[in-house]
């Protein structure tokens, strides 16, 4: 059967490759309208207990996952220049659109009582102009005399000072969060500059959107990374640079394609759905390897293209589809799974690695057919002395040093499951974050000073 579906592909070699060019120029349309998730993946069942009680307290009092707290820690925060500068701060902050709230001790108010109403009316304690340090001084009494703001706007243990910056919800989940929390740590900056004192700020519009950009940044990094390392490899083996070419294109064809189930399906790239396309590429470099080695060997034999590629497909296509299946099936049984992030996952993972088999199959034999038979430069890694020696190595040990091979096994084995039963599991917004992270000692920063509003 195998050899009948080579026979196929190389007979039908040019409308395989339109249909499979148009196939994954429509994919590309699809791939281009993915968007990036600014939302928290949901780890846990929207069926489980505890999430129906966190949506029912979220119903009954909102959440706070628009707020954005800037702190600092100085004693001398009641020197003009320092308040006169923090507060500009305040304003800077609010002119930035849409941002819809700033509370912090500029703005503070207090209650005063009308005469001719007979009724209590909020009045401003700090002056907007800037102002001596006796005036300065008074306001402050008033403002220390109101223990509301203890423990909200400042710490006086500490001498730490918050400010805290409401956003408008809608916006952070869209993309125009970034240009806002870019603009808001702008101002931040500012004032760091000019006052000295190191600044911090934290919150989840702040956390979300750096994880959101630095998720994209790193998807490119990795998935180019890959592409370059695998070309590299192809290149030292095969020594021919359109079999480098034509491999890298198959893995591209595959993430262009995963991309777009993944817009298909209605999902959006998240922590996990972005290391698909990386890992199209290490799935799809090896299916490229097996099919020309097999390829290069068979020609070695009998010195006839035609005869070698259909001999490819027909000793390689198993192999390589078995491989696909199992790695598919390996990833797709996290679909089974009630947690939503791994659910979308499992069922791009697993068709994407299918997909790649499909384009191997298909692109590699047709454009080999194109190109002129390998040469001896092109083979010759086939008779690499140092390859040949270490593949003899290993095969003497495991045949002659059985007892060896079993004891290294079950010491390693050992240590893996001691290893296992030492793991914690953690659910924290930052753990993925170095400690050493500004957005992590940040954090640390009003968790220490128990600042909160």
């Not at 907007?128 to 706007?153: H, M, R, T, W």
């Not at 384009?359 to 083979?379: C, K």
Request: proline residues 3%; contains cysteine; aromatic residues 12%.
């Amino acid at each position: 059967m195998w050899q009948r579906l080579g026979s196929f592909v190389i007979k039908n070699r040019l409308v395989l490759l339109i249909v499979l060019c148009a196939a994954t120029g429509i994919m590309g349309f699809f791939a281009s309208k993915v968007k990036l998730s600014y939302e928290f993946a949901r780890a846990i069942p929207v069926d489980n207990p505890k999430y129906r009680e966190y949506k029912s307290f979220q119903q009954k009092f909102g959440d706070d996952g628009n707020t954005l707290v800037v702190g600092i820690k100085t004693d001398k925060f009641f020197n003009p220049d320092i308040f006169a500068a923090y507060n500009n701060l305040h304003k800077q902050i609010r002119k930035v659109q849409y941002v819809e709230e700033v509370l912090s001790i500029p703005a503070a108010i207090t209650l005063t009582k009308d005469t001719t109403t007979e009724k209590l009316v909020p009045a401003k304690i700090f002056s907007d102009s800037v102002i001596e340090q006796g005036l300065l001084d008074s306001a402050k009494s008033i403002f220390l005399n109101l223990s509301f703001y203890k423990g909200k706007l400042y710490n006086p243990d500490e001498h730490a000072y918050l400010m805290a910056v409401r956003i408008n919800k809608e916006t952070l989940n869209s993309p125009k969060r970034s240009k806002i929390i870019a603009d808001i740590n702008a101002a931040v900056n500012t004032f760091e500059t000019a006052t000295k004192i190191e600044t911090h700020v934290s919150g989840l519009p702040l956390i979300r959107t750096v994880v959101a950009d630095r998720l994209q940044k790193e998807m490119r990094f990795f998935l180019i990374g890959s592409l370059l390392l695998s070309a590299l490899i192809l290149l030292l083996f095969f020594r021919s640079v359109s079999t480098t070419l034509l491999s890298l294109l198959v893995v591209i064809f595959g993430v262009v394609w995963s991309l777009g189930v993944l817009q298909l399906c209605g999902y959006k790239i998240s922590l996990l759905t972005a290391l698909i396309p990386p890992l199209v590429v290490v799935i799809g470099i090896p299916n490229c390897i097996y099919f020309v080695n097999k390829y290069h060997t068979s020609y070695l034999q009998n010195h006839n293209k035609e005869k070698s590629l259909v001999d490819m497909v027909s000793k390689m296509g198993v192999v390589t589809l078995f491989c696909n299946i199992t790695a598919a099936i390996g990833f797709a049984v996290f679909a089974l799974t009630k947690s939503a992030v791994l659910q979308e996952f499992g069922v791009v993972a697993g068709i994407s690695i299918m997909m790649i088999f499909f384009i191997s199959f298909i692109l590699l034999p047709s454009v080999l057919s194109y190109l002129p038979a390998p040469n001896a430069n092109q083979t010759k890694y086939l008779n690499n002395r140092w390859l040949t020696f270490f593949l003899l190595r290993i095969e003497r040990w495991v045949l002659h040093h059985k007892k060896a091979v079993y004891a290294a096994t079950i010491a390693v084995l050992i240590f893996s499951i001691a290893g296992i039963f030492k793991l914690k599991s953690v659910a924290f917004i930052v753990d993925d974050l170095p400690k050493t992270d500004k957005i992590y000692t940040d954090l640390k920063f009003f968790e220490k000073k128990t600042l909160r509003v």
